[in-house]
Nanobody, 123 residues
Framework: QVQLVDTGGRLVQAGGSLRLSCVAS????????MGWFRQPPGKAVEFVAA????????EYADSVAGRFTISRDNANNTVYLQMNTLKPDDTAVYYC????????????????WGQGTQVTVSS
């Protein structure tokens, strides 16, 4: 029912910046909490950031706090992840996700997922 398309991943050097975008369709975007997750090579999927229906109270993993910023534009059904001061450890496939009522740090409670976009940070 809800479709998410996440884009923006590419190869970038350490210390650089990148902005990921996720466009939603097929539902009422403002009803959903939105999150970003990532899966590094050979590792489990991990929480990155989340933002509420209203755009308030963003939440971040400790590993990205202070470097990444999540935001949303409900008028355009879009959520963003601005990534600054990128590190090689940030290399992963990044996924946007949506849920109604959920624990935003728990990937198992999300209802919809984007296809993923590859971010590679070279040393």
């Amino acid at each position: 029912q809800v479709q998410l398309v996440d884009t923006g991943g590419r190869l970038v050097q350490a210390g650089g910046s990148l902005r990921l975008s996720c466009v939603a369709s097929g539902g009422t975007f403002s009803d959903y909490e939105m999150g970003w997750f990532r899966q590094p090579p050979g590792k489990a999927v991990e929480f990155v950031a989340a933002i509420s229906w209203s755009g308030g109270m963003p939440e971040y993993a400790d590993s990205v706090a202070g470097r990444f910023t999540i935001s949303r534009d409900n008028a355009n059904n879009t959520v963003y992840l601005q990534m600054n001061t990128l590190k090689p450890d940030d290399t992963a496939v990044y996924y946007c996700a949506a849920c109604m009522i959920c624990t935003v740090t728990n990937r198992n409670e999300y209802n919809y997922w984007g296809q993923g976009t590859q971010v590679t940070v070279s040393s």
